[in-house]
């Protein structure tokens, strides 16, 4: 009779939490491949999508990629133009978490491949594709799949940069193309995502020894960069047209007034000036801390309108400074409240099922519920708590290898790149707003974590140092 070892027990164990995500999932899609979930930027992307006309908060390709969608659909009887940019989106998605996985596999074991690691991969690819809120956003008219699944594709080959003995310029015109497309999607990342880009070039000189091999990254890193952002704020700037709809132009003032006065002027509203509170009433106070949107939506057109965008700004730092001066903790105290919560999203996600967390989850949720609201509740519950056991064991094992000094770490360090980013994207969202964290913004920080906690029971699990008892 075959021997049962406790790492077949662990791999049978996690390969059927993994099927029952899988089956979730495809049921899932299946279901709500014509959905439409009623976001408010979707309705606005498809109203972009006529006139083709953008502002300064917009980008060109993603209302482009609708408005070809719905070309094709009115040729198509029967077809939402939905379902076709949801095909393409849950493509890309695929495609993208499948590169990563396969990228990697290989830097982990070092091996030429068999086809028990591919399957293996593809397996493992199923599982995070079928990440609730990432199945979730590839059916949604909203740009964050894409934008998601063009990081991944980055995140891959700048793994494969780091871990290779060779610079090859096939994994710089990956990052050079795929971030081309993300600036295109997603104004915000032409700063997020060239910065980690930067820090990782940075980071690239400082482990080569080469001096060649330098020469050689810094000719492919810089021309990588010039590349997609040069290409792409020749586009946007061509396309964009600022001011078109009459929102708000952000600037650091604005921003002080999103992140450090939401939502406390009602309570620091006798201690701004006359001048202030002439323009601004005590209602008008709380209607705006009522709802993050009303920053840009109601009380900045007000003061803009009363006293024009140069005192607004004006007023705008004074009400900041007032706002942090009286309550310096706990203003400070939100911004790294919102880290935490965005930086460990697939956590909070979870704990904010069961505790009072401020997050825009259950809008997102909501959302998603429209077609198919058991189905989805039970997926997404089902999916946050088998994730956070997972996370649990992980940490718990490599708390004890850490303890005993043994090796661990393999996929973490492997996984570098992506915690970098997700940190990035996470400081550039909490600080720079004062929104409650949204996973919309955190799709990649669920693969990574996922990634994480997954692939460290498994890889350790089967690694020669790891238990391996007979049952």
Known sequence: MKKVTSKHLVWLVIGTLMAVQIVYGFAWMVQNIAGFPPFGDSTEYYNLSQALVVDEYRTILYPLLIRIADEIACRLPGVEYQTLLYILQALVSFLSIYYFVRMIVGVIFKEQLTARHYAGIVYFTLYLFCIPMITIFNFTVLTDSLATSMMLFMLASVTSIFKSDRVSWKDFLVIALSMLVEYLIRADRIY??????IICFVVYLVKRRSRAEIKKAAVCVLSCILLSTGLASVVNKMTQQPGVYGRVSTSFAFVLLDRVVWPHMA????????EIREIISFEDAVTFDSHNNNVMYQLAPLVIEQVGEEKAQEMYLEMAAIVFGSQTK???FEIMEDIACM?????TACLARHITISTSYNWNLYCAETI???????????YVHSFLVMFILAGLYTLYSLIRKKSFGEVAKKLGPGFALCLIITLWFSIGDGAPPNDRYALLHYVIWTFWAVGTLLYESAAPHSDSHSV
């Open 343 to 347: 930086l460990f999203t697939p956590v």
């Open 192 to 197: 997020t995502c060239t910065l980690f880009l």
């Open 372 to 382: 198919t609201p058991e189905l989805t509740e039970s997926w997404y519950v089902y």
């Open 330 to 332: 706990i203003v400070l």
């Open 267 to 274: 309570a620091n509203y006798e201690s701004f000036p006359d």
